[in-house]
Structure formats: structure tokens, C-alpha cells
């Protein structure tokens, strides 16, 4: 892992085997200030949304206000810039209601916005309630933007060469491909079956549901699900690697579960092969250092674990610093029994 030196040196809690994976528990603006410039390949986040989520308080306050939201954004973008090599991607999730504030404060820090990703799923709950008359303040979400910037290449510098010298600055078309032998194009829109389509899609699947759509409107016409797909992130992978932890009941989950009791209690899980999928479009193979600031549970880290790239992740709330050293464990592991020769 680059720059050992100034990692071990950290005062605040720092877990990981610091080799493939290092935790730290600490306030990421605070944090970032001590990773040396340009030192960092890739930056996947999923920061807060200033939407108060579920009442969570790192994700209300200050950031529950447009402009707090924005200036947080930029402050984080600003050091993501200087951590970042030239060339180097943020890819970032962010809400429907707050992205246009979130892009425009990683614009406002000087990174270049290359594209906005749709994250398409058709298992979200409705946000509002159906009052007398059939209305209501919300839509049902079926969507999560992901942002895509990055930071400028050195002046003068055409992308051609800085690729050649540095490994980056473009994204891995043939790598995250949805149809690895025909090395069809990756669009910007990735689609999620729902849960249980393993054995077969449901009604109301994104996947099935605009297949069938495409098909009656044009004979021939290529099926959508060529796109890359990903379901939410499952109970079990979830909980995967937290089997030591207690397990709490949460009112978050309850619909969900059924009221059963869960170790990872983190309110906004992602999904690993999503993850991993961004892994392999923004950080290129070899090893390369993936920054996580917000890591929440690890689902990112522990994509990146599982993609073979080195992973530096910083979460404030020790809530679920555990759940994410467990998980980052666990998936390591796993890469490593996966890559062992048969
Ligand atoms: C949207 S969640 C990330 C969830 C994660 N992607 C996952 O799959 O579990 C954002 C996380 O950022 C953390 N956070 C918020 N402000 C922070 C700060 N200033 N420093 C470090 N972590 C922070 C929150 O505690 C929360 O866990």
C-alpha cells in the first residue's frame, strides 16, 4: 500500500491488515488532510445526501441545509482533488433530491464532472403516504444517480499519453462490459433485477419489464438486459462476515425483515457487484489504491478487495466501524481462497 508511512503514523483507530485494506475511524475532513497529494488512484464514495436519511444524524444538521450541503460537498471534492493522481476518477453516489447540489459542489473544487450514471431498481418503497383522494408528496424512488468526475490531467498532457505513462484518465470499456465476448459498450445506465429474480425474473423486475417493452416495440430490437445488472444488496450479503457481531433489531428494517434481527445495521447498504462494477470501470487492475471517505458498513472496500485493488476507508461512527472491519475481513478472505491455484 503506498505511502505505509504516514498510514501507520495515524493516531485515530486503524484497523486492516494494511496491506490490502486499511480502516480508519476518524472525521473523513479531517482525515483526508493527512493522505499525501496525488497519492490515491481512485476515489469511490457514497457520501451523505443531506436528505436527514432516516433521521440519521450524520446525514442531517448542517447538510439538511442546500447550501450546508453544498459547501460540505465542496470541502470533501477539494481534498478528494488533492489526494487524487492526475487522471484519477471520484465516481460518487448521491439523491435524487440533492445530486444537482453535490455535483455542483465537486465542480466548484476543480474536478472535471465526466458523466451522471442511473442506477436503476424497482424494489424502492415510497417516501410519502397515500393521503385521502389518491395523492401524496412522493414519488416511489426507482432510481440512485452516481456521479462520474475527475481530476484534470496535467497541462498539455493529451489523455493518449497520460493513459501510456500513468494507467489513467480513461474508464475500462472492455472491463465492465455487460457481455464480456462481444465487448458490447457499458452504458451509463445500470439496471437492478430484484431480489429473488436468481431463479427467475419477478412481475415487476427493471430488467424483465423493459426487455418485454423493447421487444413489442421493435422485432429484433437488442434486449436491455445486455446493460449491466445488479440487484440491492441481499440480506445475506449483507450480513456476510458479521456473524460475531450482536445482532440488533432496527424499526429501519422492519418491513424489510420481517422485524428479525440483523448485525449489519447500516440504513444504506450497497451492493457488491455494483461496486465492483464501478471498481473495474474507475481503478485500474494492478493493484491500484481505491479511497473510500464514507464507508459506512465497507460494501465498497469490500469490492475492492474482491477486485484485487488496495482499499484506504474512513467512517466517523463507530456504530459501524465493526461492521465494516468484519465485512472487509470476510471478503478478503474470501479473494484470497478465490485466487489460490486449484
Ligand atoms: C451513505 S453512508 C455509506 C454507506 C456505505 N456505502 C455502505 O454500503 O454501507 C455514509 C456514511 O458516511 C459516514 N459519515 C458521514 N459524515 C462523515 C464524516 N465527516 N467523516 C467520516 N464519515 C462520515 C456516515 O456515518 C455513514 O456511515
Known amino acids: 500500500m503506498s505511502g505505509p508511512t504516514w498510514l501507520r503514523s495515524t493516531r485515530p483507530p486503524l484497523f486492516g491488515d494494511l496491506h490490502n485494506w486499511a480502516l480508519i475511524q476518524a472525521d473523513a475532513l479531517a482525515f483526508l488532510q493527512v493522505i499525501p497529494n496525488d497519492s490515491v488512484d481512485a476515489v469511490i464514495t457514497d457520501p451523505p445526501y443531506g436528505i436527514a436519511f432516516k433521521g440519521e444524524s450524520w446525514d442531517g444538521d448542517l447538510l439538511a441545509d442546500a447550501d ?17 493522481r492526475p487522471g484519477g476518477y471520484l465516481a460518487s453516489f448521491g439523491a435524487t433530491k440533492t445530486t444537482h447540489r453535490l455535483v455542483a459542489g465537486v465542480e466548484d473544487a ?20 397515500r393521503m385521502p383522494g389518491g395523492v401524496s408528496s412522493a414519488l416511489r424512488p426507482a432510481y440512485e444517480p452516481i456521479l462520474l468526475a475527475r481530476k484534470p490531467l496535467p497541462r498539455g498532457r493529451t489523455l493518449t499519453r497520460h493513459v501510456e505513462e500513468t494507467g489513467l484518465g480513461a474508464l475500462d470499456i472492455d472491463g465492465t462490459s455487460a457481455n464480456p465476448p462481444d465487448r458490447s459498450w457499458p452504458t451509463n445506465v445500470l439496471l437492478a433485477h430484484e431480489e429473488r429474480c436468481a431463479e427467475a425474473c419477478g412481475p415487476r423486475c427493471t430488467v424483465r419489464l423493459i426487455d418485454e417493452i423493447a421487444k413489442s416495440e421493435r422485432r429484433g430490437a437488442r434486449p436491455v438486459s445486455r446493460l449491466f445488472y445488479s440487484t440491492k444488496a441481499t440480506p445475506t450479503e449483507r450480513e456476510a462476515g458479521c456473524e460475531a457481531l450482536p445482532k440488533i433489531t432496527s424499526e429501519i428494517f422492519s418491513s424489510k425483515t420481517g422485524g428479525r434481527a440483523r448485525a449489519n445495521v447500516h440504513p444504506t447498504v450497497k ?22 471517505p464514507f464507508t459506512g458498513s465497507g460494501s465498497i472496500g469490500c469490492a475492492a478487495v474482491l477486485e484485487g485493488r488496495q482499499f484506504i476507508g474512513i467512517e466517523r461512527d463507530h456504530r459501524y466501524v465493526p461492521i465494516a472491519r468484519a465485512r472487509l475481513t470476510h471478503w478478503t478472505r474470501q479473494a484470497a481462497r478465490s485466487s489460490e491455484p486449484r
Open 68 to 84: 450546508g450541503f453544498q459547501a460540505f460537498s465542496t470541502t470533501w471534492a477539494r481534498e478528494v482533488r488533492r489526494v487524487l
Open 110 to 129: 476543480g474536478l472535471e464532472i465526466r458523466d451522471q450514471l442511473l442506477w436503476l431498481y424497482s424494489t424502492g418503497v415510497p417516501k410519502g403516504r
Open 271 to 292: 451492493p457488491l457487484d455494483l461496486c465492483r462494477w464501478i471498481t473495474r470501470l474507475v481503478a485500474p487492475p494492478g493493484g491500484s489504491l481505491v479511497l473510500d
